[in-house]
Nanobody
C-alpha cells in the first residue's frame, strides 16, 4: 500500500516562501512521475509541477520561476519550494505519484497567502 503524506503548508504573507514535503512509504524511484497539484475553493484541481523518476521537472506557467520541485531518494521525499508567493497561490496542495497506470494521492496540505 502506497502512502503519501504532505507537510509544510501554512499561512504566509505575499512575497514569502514555504517548502512543502511529500513523504512516500518506500522508494520514490518506484514511481514513473511524482508531482504537486492544487485546488482552490470553487476551482478544479490543477497541476503545479511534476518530476520524473529521471529528475526532469515540469511546471505550470503560473509558477515558473517561483516554484522548484525536487526529490530526495535517500529520504523517500519530494519537495516543492515556493518563493514569491501570491494570494492566488492559496489552495490545498496535493502530492501525487504515478506507477504504471495507477495514481496515488496524499491528503493535502493548506497553503494560504495573505495580501
Amino acid at each position: 500500500q502506497v502512502q503519501l503524506v504532505e507537510s509544510g503548508g501554512g499561512l504566509v504573507q505575499a512575497g514569502g516562501s514555504l517548502r512543502l514535503s511529500c513523504a512516500a512509504s518506500g522508494s520514490i524511484f518506484r514511481f514513473n512521475v511524482m508531482g504537486w497539484y492544487r485546488q482552490a475553493p470553487g476551482a478544479q484541481r490543477e497541476l503545479v509541477a511534476t518530476i520524473t523518476s529521471g529528475g526532469t521537472p515540469n511546471y505550470a506557467d503560473s509558477v515558473k520561476g517561483r516554484f522548484t520541485i525536487s526529490g530526495d531518494s535517500a529520504k523517500n521525499t519530494m519537495y516543492l519550494q515556493m518563493n514569491s508567493l501570491k494570494p492566488e497561490d492559496t489552495a490545498v496542495y496535493y502530492c501525487h505519484a504515478k506507477r504504471n497506470y495507477i495514481n496515488f494521492w496524499g491528503q493535502g496540505t493548506q497553503v494560504t497567502v495573505s495580501s
